[in-house]
């Protein structure tokens, strides 16, 4: 149209009003827009300029050497554990290959070169790509990173995010940029315990880094975004993935050419095989750890010292598979609490693969249990995917242990459905079951009984879940494990394993137990009547423990159970002493047993056999000492006589699957179960090994009514007594001087010239806390009259 033609003029005006509100109106909105902008950026200037002076110190950043670990090893030569600056082979950055550089800058941060730290054109990169895809990319830079890895925790907070950034700038202005990149490269994590890539090159490759080629390199730049998601010797497929598009941004950044390109997308890099999964002893090299670090101080970490320690791999293997067996038994038998977590699972199939393997990333694989992603569920199926990107599906029996998660009216939180993060285990046949990860806790602990050398130790379920060890630190009531050292203070006092005692109701007032009524029950709460010590014992009858607690009396079993190690503080001398009501740690419990076990002896318990030094050269020797009467707790006899009444416990008493499953005498214990079922113990010995159990909650709570240290404990300790005990001969304990046997039953030589077994001293039992009132009997006799002997 002309600027002549008549139709001009009037069209202009027309347009005029709508062009002057539009310019108006955009002019107003930039000006908003740019006034929050600049009170946003006022605002986090002011939060920065906080938070700097409080920022950490870098200097050991600046000073950054990587120091020779301390390696802890078995008896038979396995590594257990390292401590220190992590495994690694550190190289100055001269010396790592260009191509290895590369690929990590093309997928870590191409434009590390040209940023101060913070790659704001990244971060906006990312925003746009997150908001275009609905996922979640990150803007981290390799500065970032390192100053997340040394100095800060890693939870996503806003709050933790400022420090990174600082900490960034405060780092580039301190390190050259090759400087920075050396320390990231030979300090990151990269799966498969190795640290640095050089390290990793020798792990997965077996090859030194100066041998890498743009195919492999590709591969372990694929590494740091999730170690475990793109590990190529457990997860080959998805590894493989990751390295293809690695590959192309080092096309598309220059760092190859297209002939590179292509030569490096058709080599299939020679990954290692898997290796043997390492012994479980995490729990052990915390402990050595403790230990060594007292001696030696921050030297710990840096002099490169191989703590050997009595542990044998084999035991220890076998204890941390029998005690997650059993734990996980018990779980399948508990309520559904519904998955661990949900993720948004996005449609597009070229993205949900690895936005699975990141949600995964948070829920690590708990040996054979199992992280898995729901893709979808129903009543009668669930189809899942592995951390490997192995597609499973669960049906039948494997769903029953979360019928009520799958039910159509199930409660929003414990329900699966797709995108639910379940736990699931293979079976024997190959068919999965559907878990969860198991609240209840557990531990395990064997020794020498002789020399107090630690054969194996299992402090809890899972080291990365809970790091408190249980077998050292757990103060637990030991139930009825505890009884046969009351039974041992009674034998002392004229009580013998044919010692007739009556199984009947009693009852204490307020008067007497000093602060409420007390009526005691047996475990299957039945009354069975007068019956020998031995019977009592191997039948776990609570109120014949407590008729021969109260006779002997209180105050002299509190001072006898101190000869086994226990702090008579924790045993107060009332009669639910008998019952098992104070307090003990598993590991006490191993180091009493072992009395009974050696013939008589206290040992200290012993896990460190002797420390070298990076050469090899001796730098301690721990020393063995035989067994000699400085360390006597009690008479031979006396442990030769518990030894044939806890024999009887695994033989015909509530431990006699024991004798009925490993086929073999030579062995004696006692289950325990608390009151309320809160614990559950086995703690039993063989000449040459003594072994505990404890299974049970950290914060006490019922395990269930029918959960026994029979059943839940003593499988753990039948498990591993087969293996240990597999090439150790029949031995039985010869009777030591000052014993004879009568009538097929074992005596005291001086009590088989009587008829009546001595009872508390003069006074004892009326001058204790907590003293019965007369049981409501109809014969209405006194307490000690209960008594009788054959």
Avoid at 526 to 553: D, H, T
Wanted: with cysteine; aromatic share 8%.
């Amino acid at each position: 149209m002309s600027a002549t033609d008549p139709l001009a003029a009037p069209i202009a005006e027309m347009q005029e009003p709508w062009v002057l509100r539009a310019r108006r109106w955009l002019v107003v909105t930039l000006g908003l827009v740019m006034g929050g902008a600049l009170a946003l950026l006022l605002l986090l200037g002011i939060a920065l300029a906080s938070a700097y002076p409080h920022l950490p110190d870098i200097k050991s950043l600046v000073d950054y050497r990587p120091k020779l670990p301390m390696r802890i090893y078995s008896a038979d030569g396995v590594l257990l554990g390292e401590f220190g600056e992590e495994r690694r082979s550190y190289l100055p950055i001269a010396e790592i290959p260009k191509v290895m550089q590369n690929a990590v800058l093309a997928i870590e941060d191409a434009r590390f070169y040209q940023h101060g730290g913070v790659d704001y054109v990244g971060v906006m990169r990312a925003g746009f790509e997150n908001l275009r895809e609905a996922r979640s990319q990150g803007a981290s830079t390799i500065t970032m990173q390192v100053a997340r890895n040394f100095y800060l925790s890693s939870e996503k907070t806003f709050t933790r995010k400022i420090y990174e950034i600082l900490l960034s700038l405060k780092i580039e202005s301190v390190l050259s940029k090759e400087k920075i990149l050396e320390v990231y490269m030979n300090q990151i994590f990269l799966g498969q315990r190795a640290y640095g890539f050089a390290a990793a090159s020798e792990v997965y490759f077996g090859k030194p880094l100066k041998d890498i080629s743009v195919a492999e390199a590709a591969m372990l730049a694929g590494l740091p975004k999730a170690p475990s998601a793109y590990n190529p010797i457990a997860n080959p497929s998805r590894a493989r993935v990751r390295q293809r598009h690695i590959i192309e941004r080092m096309y598309e950044n220059g760092f190859i050419t297209n002939q590179q390109r292509e030569a490096a997308l058709a080599q299939e890099p020679k990954v290692k095989t898997a290796q043997e999964v390492p012994v479980h002893a995490e729990y052990i090299a915390e402990t050595v750890r403790q230990l060594v670090f007292n001696q030696y101080g921050n030297a710990t970490y840096t002099r490169g010292l191989n703590v050997h320690t009595s542990i044998l791999s084999g035991d220890q293997s076998t204890a941390y598979r029998a005690l997650r067996h059993s734990v996980l038994e018990y779980e399948r038998r508990q309520f559904f609490r519904g998955p661990e977590a949900h993720v948004d699972l996005p449609h597009d199939p070229k993205i949900i693969d690895t936005r699975i393997a990141e949600a995964l990333e948070d829920h690590p694989d708990n040996g054979e249990l199992k992280a898995a992603v729901v893709l979808e569920a129903s009543t009668r199926k669930v189809v899942a995917v592995l951390q490997n990107g192995e597609n499973l599906t669960v049906s039948g029996d494997g769903l029953k242990p979360v019928a009520s998660g799958l039910a159509d009216k199930a409660a929003p939180n414990i329900q699966i459905r797709r995108g639910s993060i379940i736990r699931v285990l293979k079976g024997p046949k190959g068919d999965w079951t559907i878990t969860q990860q198991p609240e209840v806790e557990g531990c395990f602990v064997a020794m020498d009984p002789k020399t107090g050398d630690i054969r194996a130790l299992v402090g809890g379920f899972d080291y990365n879940k809970n790091k408190f060890n249980h077998v050292l630190q757990a103060w637990r009531q030991p139930g009825s494990s505890f009884k046969p050292f009351i039974y041992s203070a009674a034998l002392e006092k004229g009580f013998t394993p044919s010692t007739v005692i009556d199984d009947a109701p009693l009852f204490f007032d307020a008067g007497t137990t000093g602060s409420q009524p007390w009526e005691p029950k047996n475990y299957d709460g039945k009354f069975e009547g007068p019956m020998p010590l031995r019977k009592g014992l191997a039948k776990s009858k609570n109120m014949i423990s407590i008729r021969v607690l109260n006779a002997i009396g209180p105050k002299y079993a509190q001072g006898w159970v101190s000869r086994f190690g226990f702090d008579p503080e924790k045993h107060p001398a009332y009669l639910t002493m008998a019952l098992g009501a104070g307090s003990v740690t598993p590991m006490q419990m191993a180091v009493a047993y072992s009395v009974f076990a050696n013939g008589g002896y206290r040992v200290n318990p012993s896990l460190i056999t002797h420390i070298t030094d990076s050469s090899g050269r001796p730098i301690l020797q721990t020393k063995s000492h035989p067994l000699n009467e400085s360390m006597r707790a009690i008479e031979p006899r006396n442990a030769f006589l518990m030894t044939s009444l806890l024999q009887e416990v695994t033989r015909s008493g509530t431990a006699a699957r024991a004798q009925a499953m490993l086929k073999r005498p030579d062995i004696y214990g006692k289950t325990g179960t608390t009151n309320d079922s809160m614990d559950a113990w086995f703690a039993g010995y063989n000449p040459n090994l003594t072994a505990v159990v404890w299974i049970g909650y950290d914060t006490p709570k019922k395990l269930g009514d029918k959960e026994t240290g029979g059943g839940l404990a003593l499988p753990v300790w039948i498990d591993y007594m087969s293996y240990a005990l597999r090439s150790i001969p029949i031995r039985e304990p010869e009777p030591p001087e000052g014993i004879v046997n009568l009538g097929n039953e074992w005596y005291f030589e001086e009590f088989t010239h009587s008829h009546h077994a001595p009872l508390a001293e003069e006074g004892t039992a009326a001058d204790s806390p907590g003293i019965p009132a007369v049981p409501p009997a109809e014969e209405r006799k006194g307490l000690l009259d209960l008594f009788k002997t054959n």
